[in-house]
């Protein structure tokens, strides 16, 4: 789990046996666990913190983790696969299961032994559940213009601000919680910000409204608030006024992950599409027999397999400990838009129940249209892309950065 040695050429994927039998695994609890929830999570748009906490339970919380932290010892690509096959079941529930490796992922590579005996084996078996806010009404992809603040008085920092769309947030035991502890430097806007761990009912802390979002419904984000709340050094994760690089880093990580969110919604459309064009006549054929519905589905499994090898390749690269993060936002970006083109085409070959809230192709694009959008929205990983490119000529132009 880190990004050390430049390279961009080495395109090596290797899906060994044992990822094949892990899929195994995650596959059976996705089909007989998730999926029969799917469609009451997204019409209800409320999702039990039971079904997380069984996901603990077989491992799928700490998948990357050695097990002295009560993780599996197992890769990046292993964690790709995981989340691709619970995707394919619901994507809400496997956006749940990624918020989680958004607060143990910095934890691991960030915190100090007693914060990690404190909360990362219990994170990584789902006996407690994070929530990583960073994002607030003024500031999303410019994650140095966040203004929640804490305050240092004596050995204490007193936070308080306002965080919005905050995955689990109305879930979660623990918190990062990202906070300004000193202005901003002159042309390095990225320092002095924090990253702090906090505990549910905190006094000042308080879980705010639901954000209502259009798709990975059940998921609901979360605004928080914070007014003073006390928190030791021992809270601070990492060095002071350095969290934007914890930050970055970890959705550099995570990122792979939305893109293998991606995978298992092309996936799951692609699989739907095939199904449905073998039992449905028209005309007294298949659909299957016409060539438009052949070239569509046929467009629909190239995505899907473009997509997958691009995320497994970004996430050989991260499990190889080379460089990853050009390959995760290319990764990030074809995933997800396949995601949403195999939906859309999906929707088309099903016709009218396409369309219908009962057969549950509509709710794969609303849920693509999600996943373009956080951890850096596809723009930004535009932008990602190109930095990483000027970087390798040896320039470096001032680019955004990505939440
Ligand atoms: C369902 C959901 C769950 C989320 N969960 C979390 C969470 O758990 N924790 C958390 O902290 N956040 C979370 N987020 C927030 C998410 O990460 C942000 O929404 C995302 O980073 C984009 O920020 P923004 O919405 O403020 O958009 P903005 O930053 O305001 O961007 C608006 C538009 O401008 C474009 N843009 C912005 N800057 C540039 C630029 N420099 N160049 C070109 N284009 C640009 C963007 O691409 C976008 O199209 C979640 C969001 C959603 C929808």
């Known amino acids: 789990m880190s990004s050390t040695s430049p390279v961009s050429t080495d395109y090596s994927v290797s899906v060994s046996p044992e990822h094949e039998a892990y899929r195994k695994v995650v596959k059976e609890f996705a089909d007989k666990v998730v999926a029969p929830q799917a469609s009451r999570i997204d019409k209800e748009n409320q999702m039990d913190v039971s079904i997380i906490r069984k996901a603990g339970e077989i491992g799928l919380l700490g998948i990357p983790f050695p097990e002295e932290f009560g993780g599996a010892g197992a890769d990046d690509l292993t964690l790709a696969i995981a989340i691709e096959e619970l995707t394919k079941a619901s994507a809400a529930c496997?956006?749940?299961?990624?918020?989680?490796?958004?607060?143990?992922?910095?934890?691991?590579?960030?915190?100090?032994?007693?914060?990690?005996?404190?909360?990362?084996?219990?994170?990584?078996?789902?006996?407690?559940?994070?929530?990583?806010?960073?994002?607030?009404?003024?500031?999303?992809?410019?994650?140095?213009?966040?203004?929640?603040?804490?305050?240092?008085?004596?050995?204490?920092?007193?936070?308080?601000?306002?965080?919005?769309?905050?995955?689990?947030?109305?879930?979660?035991?623990?918190?990062?919680?990202?906070?300004?502890?000193?202005?901003?430097?002159?042309?390095?806007?990225?320092?002095?910000?924090?990253?702090?761990?906090?505990?549910?009912?905190?006094?000042?802390?308080?879980?705010?409204?639901?954000?209502?979002?259009?798709?990975?419904?059940?998921?609901?984000?979360?605004?928080?608030?914070?007014?003073?709340?006390?928190?030791?050094?021992?809270?601070?994760?990492?060095?002071?006024?350095?969290?934007?690089?914890?930050?970055?880093?970890?959705?550099?990580?995570?990122?792979?992950?939305?893109?293998?969110?991606?995978?298992?919604?092309?996936?799951?459309?692609?699989?739907?599409?095939?199904?449905?064009?073998?039992?449905?006549?028209?005309?007294?054929?298949?659909?299957?027999?016409?060539?438009?519905?052949?070239?569509?589905?046929a467009e629909m499994a190239a995505a899907a397999h473009t997509s997958r090898l691009l995320t497994y390749w970004a996430a050989t690269l991260a499990s190889r400990g080379l460089d990853f993060v050009k390959a995760a936002s290319i990764a990030k970006i074809t995933a997800t838009e396949s995601a949403e083109k195999n939906a859309h085409m999906a929707m088309l070959i099903m016709g009218a129940y396409g369309v219908s809230t009962e057969m549950g192709a509509e709710r794969l694009l609303r849920d693509s249209q999600v996943i373009k959008t956080y951890e850096g929205t596809n723009d930004i990983q535009r932008l990602t892309i190109a930095k990483e490119l000027a970087k390798e000529l040896g320039v470096l132009p001032s680019a955004g950065q990505a939440n």
């Open 94 to 297: 496997a956006a749940a299961i990624s918020a989680n490796y958004l607060v143990s992922t910095p934890l691991y590579l960030y915190g100090n032994d007693l914060q990690k005996k404190k909360y990362l084996g219990r994170l990584a078996k789902g006996e407690i559940l994070g929530a990583h806010a960073m994002t607030e009404p003024g500031a999303g992809s410019d994650v140095a213009g966040i203004k929640t603040r804490a305050e240092k008085k004596g050995e204490r920092y007193y936070i308080s601000g306002r965080k919005v769309f905050i995955t689990n947030g109305d879930k979660a035991d623990v918190f990062l919680v990202f906070a300004r502890t000193s202005p901003p430097e002159p042309g390095r806007r990225h320092r002095g910000i924090t990253a702090f761990l906090l505990e549910k009912g905190a006094p000042g802390f308080k879980i705010g409204e639901r954000l209502q979002v259009i798709g990975l419904r059940g998921e609901h984000p979360v605004e928080l608030i914070f007014d003073g709340v006390e928190v030791g050094e021992e809270s601070v994760v990492g060095e002071v006024g350095r969290g934007v690089r914890i930050a970055l880093n970890t959705y550099d990580h995570g990122r792979i992950g939305v893109a293998a969110q991606g995978v298992g919604l092309a996936q799951a459309a692609l699989e739907q599409a095939l199904k449905y064009s073998v039992q449905r006549q028209t005309f007294d054929n298949y659909l299957l027999s016409y060539q438009q519905v052949q070239f569509k589905l």
